[in-house]
């Protein structure tokens, strides 16, 4: 088969040839049926060979591990998610004193608990508009080659599927080479559709790679690899049921991948290492990230994700105090950057006027959340009515609570809330 460009072969790049084909295409139809026969031959496998070349180059950089033998040095593999680190919205705060501690020097509360609306309640779709990959270079050091694989083997694919002439002898090509079965072509095209906001068809494609991967496993995938395609499968399931708006089945996603998280041993004295940011000039919320798909990575993007589908019920019009107790949990995570979220609920308990949440203690040890939750029930906090206990005799008498002092000291405040809920369950009648 003759390429008939006129073209110095050694300078020509993959972007080339694919610009190339383009233009050809624009002018196929108006051939006779033997020069459109030629040139929809040199057309098919020329964007083929742009395709399968840049969609390899792009699996091999993110999941090496795939084409790599056992002894091969370690990279970091990478999986594409949602962008949903704007979860906390305006963190531009100064970080000089808490929020929370000005807020009770401030002239009053309603003055301090006015927030600016934040982008990161749009939509994440990211449909009807050009969508952005962001990655940290300490991920991937040629990362600007990498998405210009991505790119180049995105839009070959769409290339090859714009005619019918075309995609007939494209898809006659894959049946007879069996594409449907290369493991790495799969974990492409899901990306791909992901990448294009298809996440219907996302979940599909992902569950047709957990097909694929259970017929590799004895002779591709073992050890390490199994758990790495897992986990890939999982959190990616996970993002797109969340792009769907299915909130219940994000967090069962979320709850399954814990099963394959291998928690990083931390060091004596050291906080976990957070992921360096990456400054968009684009819109938030809308945007994806090339992201390590490691459990020391994984598991905070899962609490994001988490926080998330929470957030959005905890702050509806509808009352819902389990939720917005959940979103103060899993704001202690990466404290203080969700002061002003943690803000907003504070000032939802104000305006209900009171609060339950039982697992309160259990999982609520930061100091200035319960500095704020104490100062809550005095006079000039308001004197919310909070009910936090889920059995306040047991955790009285216990002698050894989980929150040790702290607690302790915080009970004397909540006295009133205690003896309320006493007198109570002296006064119900018996039925």
């Known amino acids: 088969m003759r390429c008939e460009w006129q073209m110095d072969k050694g300078r020509r790049s993959f972007g080339d040839i694919l ?16 020069a459109h026969a030629k ?37 970091v593999p990478l999986v594409l998610l949602e962008d949903v680190s704007s979860i ?17 020097l401030a002239e009053g509360r309603e003055k301090t608990m006015i927030l600016k609306q934040s982008s990161d309640d749009e939509d994440p779709s990211g449909k009807g508009r050009s969508r952005h990959i962001t990655i940290n270079k ?59 906001g298809q996440y219907k068809k996302a979940v599909t494609s992902l569950h047709h790679l957990a097909a694929l991967q259970g ?6 995938i073992t050890g390490q690899g199994s758990l790495l395609e897992n986990q890939r499968a999982l959190i990616q399931l996970a993002t797109c049921h969340f792009a769907l708006g299915e909130y219940r089945l994000t967090c069962e996603k979320v709850l399954d991948l814990m099963c394959y998280m291998v928690l990083p041993i931390q060091e004596g004295g050291k906080t976990q290492e957070e992921q360096p940011k990456v400054k968009s000039k684009f819109r938030k919320g809308s945007d994806l990230k090339l992201w390590p798909c490691t459990s020391k990575a994984i598991m905070p993007y899962c609490l994001h994700l988490l926080l998330a589908c929470f957030k959005l019920r905890a702050f509806t019009d509808n009352r819902d105090d389990m ?29 209900q006027g009171n609060f339950q949440y039982e697992n309160f203690f259990n999982y609520v040890t930061n100091i200035d959340m319960l500095e704020e939750f104490a100062y809550l029930r005095t006079q000039e906090g308001g004197k919310i009515h909070l009910e936090l206990l ?32 006493d007198r109570y369950q002296a006064e119900k009648p018996c039925s």
């Open 19 to 34: 610009h190339r084909m383009k233009d050809l295409c624009r002018y196929i139809s108006n051939f006779d049926n033997e």
């Open 39 to 75: 040139y929809k031959n040199q057309v098919v496998y020329s964007t083929m060979l742009v395709f399968f070349k840049n969609a390899f180059q792009y699996v091999s950089s993110i999941q090496a591990s795939l084409f790599q033998g056992p002894n091969a040095p370690n990279q």
């Open 88 to 104: 906390y919205g305006d963190t531009d705060i100064d970080r000089s004193k808490h929020i929370h501690k000005k807020r009770k």
């Open 138 to 196: 300490t991920d991937l050091a040629n990362s600007v080659e990498v998405l210009e694989s991505f790119k180049l083997a995105r839009e070959s694919w769409e290339l090859l599927y714009s005619l019918e002439s075309l995609d007939k002898e494209f898809t006659r090509i894959c049946l007879s080479w069996k594409t449907d079965t290369w493991l790495w072509l799969r974990i492409f095209l899901t990306d791909m559709i992901i990448y294009q």
């Open 215 to 220: 017929s590799h496993s004895q002779q591709q």
């Open 323 to 351: 939720a917005l107790g959940h979103v103060i949990v899993l704001l202690q995570h990466e404290w203080p950057k969700g002061e002003n979220l943690f803000l907003k609920a504070i000032n939802k308990i104000c305006q």
């Open 390 to 421: 889920p059995n306040q005799g047991m955790l009285i008498k216990t002698s050894s609570p989980p929150m040790g002092l702290l607690q302790q000291e915080f009970i004397p405040v909540l006295q009133p809330s205690i003896q309320t809920a």
